[in-house]
Structure formats: structure tokens, C-alpha cells
RNA sequence: UCCCCAGUAGCUCAGUUGGUCAGAGCAUCCGACUGUUAAUCGGAGGGUCGUAGGUUCAAGUCCUACCUGGGGAGCCA
């Protein structure tokens, strides 16, 4: 990862402007047309006087060269020279730039352009054609200008930096910049890609629920009052529930979000972020590591071949994502301790591998790297306790490459009743609030074994972008609730 | 909880050993310009220097405390 520069955040509001995006099914002309229906402006004019020309949302407007449309947008950028001048406008399917020329426009139309300011929501009325001269290659010669929602002129955004408090509290204007909007694509295609993987391979989507009982996690909880029970806490993990879920489903997977109330400041951090949770039975830990280079090498390569021109507009390298297919290099924890050594870390056989450790590690390879097996004591009551060695259990992180750090915790699950119960005694855990999950092992016990990964790690990494934060639409941190 | 850093105009910042130190760029407003691309050019307005004490003839600058935020550690995805 580059050296992150806490101060400066580049943002600009029209910078996609070399950009429109690639027709895809999200963006389809059918979808669209539809939304668009359902959008008409809160108090415009009246729209069938000025115009029976169809609106069109900008993405589109290549197929419309040559037609009069309407578009109805908002402004980013003014330019004025005299008698002509020019606004360019972002509906969110990509910007366009309209223009206006004094010589032909009716004189109400010249004088509500003056009236525009950044943020402003119109609706335009001209004809699409071709400009090399446009940013996009597309311009609307603009007939009629109706102003819909005004802007006040101290919208706070602009096309320069910002610092990261500043654009936070702003992330709901921040949002409608072009490297978010890339973003957000590359979020949705992840999402999508995770959906269809599974989908296409037989897991079932479990929703698991996000009120629970004091379980899973050993760090920091949420409390809220649950009418009589005392206190419900949000969901660290749907995994116990997911282990339920797979003896009575086979091949699961949940998506959702999850809640640690750790006061951890750093950028791999969220209180509040979405996991995917596969629970697989019959699989080992050997069938849960295939699974997992698989699956991430799908994502990666999906984004690659689909969001080529978000990836652009983030500048990602995206030589460095080619690189990620199966398999993954492999280290199990004994001979990764030995390698951190070599390199001068003091970390001891029996502590957990820091972050700088981790850092270490990732520094020889050029892909995700496993580490597996880890000693006993550093890991969760739930995995799985290691045959050939019982110091160890049967664990996989997954460490993705660029110093983005553990996207990946994955297990083989202990599915030994006896020491299950003994692993819930030493952890100190209240063993009562584990009843329903030790049935599991009652009742027909089963090898199985899942995984957790961290969804925002996961688009940050591929997006090349330094902080979580910046990755989901409204992050909750240690310090922000809002917007 | 611990370590480090920062708070000066709407935004991003400069401000030297304490002494024209209330500054710049951008944004905003006014004016000029018929192809602009973060347009350009001319002009204008805009700040209790995070808060409270203290040292001093004099504090944006030095000291103390506090507040707010950022980066990292731990914990984790």
C-alpha cells in the first residue's frame, strides 16, 4: 500500500470526465427508463409544453446523437465566456456537458443560466450530438433550461482537496463525486459477484439475526435494551447461526452486517461493516482454503473484466489484480513465526502475528497469502482442534496483498462435543447462552467449515483505496454517527 | 487503554529566534470575453488564530490544562 497521506483526500466533482460508463445490466436502457418514470421533477414546469422529446439519462445519450432530449441532472461545473457558455451536468450515470449560445436561446433561457450555481437540479431540453471538443465525446446544444431545485452558492464541495473530517462530514454531498461513484460500482459489483458465485455454485443465503444474545466474538459489544430479556447485542458474526444453518441446508452463505464496538482508529477499521459468512458441511480445512482462493480470485476477476473504466478513474493498477488467481501461497503458522524471525520481528511460537508481522509476510508475495493452524490460545473457542498437532487448530487467515491486511478468517469448526464444552469453560464463556449450538454436535455431528470475509477490506484492496472508510456509503466509526 | 500528530477565512494551507502577522490560492460576489475543459483576466467582501488560564512591555508564535479530530498499537474482517 502507498503511503497513506491522512491530510488530503483528492475530490473532484467532474473529474470522471473523460468517462461514461459501459453499458451493463445495471445501467440498462429498459431499467433506466423505468426509474426514470418514476422520477418526475417536484415542481416542474410544465413539462409538455416545452418538450415531447424523451428523457434520457446521460449514459444514453450516445444512442440519441443527432435527437432532441431531455435531461434532468445536476450541475457540477460553469463555464461562461460572453455569448456562449456552458454547464456541465451529472445525473449518475455519467456527466455530459450542455451548452449554451447566447445567439440562440430565447432570452429567459440566457438569463436563467446566470442564475445557476453548482448543485442546481435541471432540466434540459436540446440535441445530443457528437463534439470531440465535450468531455465524453457527447454535448446537448440546449434549447430550454428549467431550473428544478436551486443550489445556495456555499455548497461546500469543490474541485480541490478536501481533508478527510471535512469530506466526512460532508459524505452526503461527497457521494456525488466521480472516484465515489467509481466506488460505489465496484461495491456493487462486488456484492453482485458474491451473490451470483454462490448462487451458481448451490449455497443457500441464510439471513442470520443481527439482535442476538451475548455470542460469538470476544471483543466489544453493542447493547440496547431488549424489552424483558435484559440485553440484546448486535450481531458480531452470523456464523453459530450459519453452522445451524448448514446442518440443515448442506452449502450456506450469510451477507450482512456486523457490529464490533472495539475503539480501534486505523484505516482497516469500521464499527459497523457487511461480512459473508460461507458455512460448508463436509468441507475441512483444506476444502475451506480452496474454496476461499477460488472465490476471492472470481471477485477480483470480475471487477477486472466489468469495471474497467471505474477502475481507471480510481488509477488502480490493475496489473497487480491480474495477478490474482489460484492457488494462493500457503504458510502454516509455525513456519510464518520463523519467517517473521528471519526478518526481525521478537514474535514468539504462541503469540498471535501482529499487524507488522502480517506486513512482513504479505512482502514476499505478489497474491492473497494464507496463513493456517495458528496455536490454540490465539484463536476462537469454535475451530477446530489440529490431530496432528493439538497445540494448534485448524485455521486459515487470508492476507490480501499491498498491506490491505486480513481479509480473510476462516476454520474448520470443532465439531467434538466433549471439546467444544471444554474450549467454552477455559474461554470463561457463559455456557448456557451455547446450548442450542452445542445440539449441533448432539445431534448428528458433521465436519464443516467456513469462513468470514470483511467485505469493505475486500473493495478497498481492489479499488486501491487506503481506508475502509472511504468504501461504503455512510461508515460508522469510533467517532462519527453521521451523516 | 497506550503512543505520535494536528486545530489560523467557506476549503486547503503559509505565518522564521515572540515585535506591520491577519496572509496566499481556491470558492463566493461584481465586471470583461462566442468553444470553455479545475477556462482566463480585473475588482470586492470574508478570520475572537480550537477553549481557558499563565509568562511578557508585547502571544497565531512560549508554558499548562482541557476539547475536538487524525494516524498507529492492541483487538479483529
Redesign the pocket.
Known sequence: MPP?N???TPC?I?GS?RDAPPPSPQWSAQAIGILGAAQAPRHSLDTSVMSSAPFVRIAELPAHAGQTVVIRAWVT????????A?A?LRDGTGIC?S?F???QVPAEVWARFAEL??ETSVEITGEARA?P???GGV?V?VTDLTVIGPSP????I???????????DNRHFWLRSARQRAIAVIRNEVEQGIHDYFYERGFLRVDTPILTAAIG????LFATEYFEEGNAYLAQ?GQLYGEAAAAAFGKIYTFGP?F?A??????????E?W?IEPEVAWNDSNDNMRLQEDFVSYLVQRVLERRTTELAELERDVEKLRNIVPPFPRLNYTDAVALVQRKGSDTKWGD?L?????ALIVADYDKPVFVFNYPKE???FYMKENPDDPRTVLCD??LAPEGY?????GSQREDDYDKLVARLAEEGLQRDAYEWYLDLRRYGTFTHAGF???L??TVAWICGI????EVIAFPR????LTP
Not at 354 to 358: F, I, L, Q, S, V
Not at 405 to 409: R, S, Y
Open positions: 497513506f491522512p491530510k488530503k473532484t467532474d470526465a461545473h460553469l463555464r461562461s465566456s460572453g455569448k456562449i456552458f456541465v456537458q451548452v449560445v447566447k445567439s450555481t453548482t463534439e471538443r465535450a468531455p454535448e446544444g452558492s456555499d455548497y461546500p469543490q474541485p480541490k482537496e478536501h481533508g478527510i473530517d471535512f469530506l466526512l466474538e470476544r471483543s466489544g458474526t456486523t464490533r472495539e475503539k480501534s482508529k486505523t484505516r482497516r477499521h469500521l464499527t461493516f461480512m498471535d501482529g499487524a507488522e508481522d502480517e490465539a484463536k476462537a487467515d487470508l491486511g486480513e481479509i480473510i478468517g468470514g470475509l470483511g469493505e477490506r487506503q481506508h475502509v472508510r466509526l469510533m467517532h462519527r
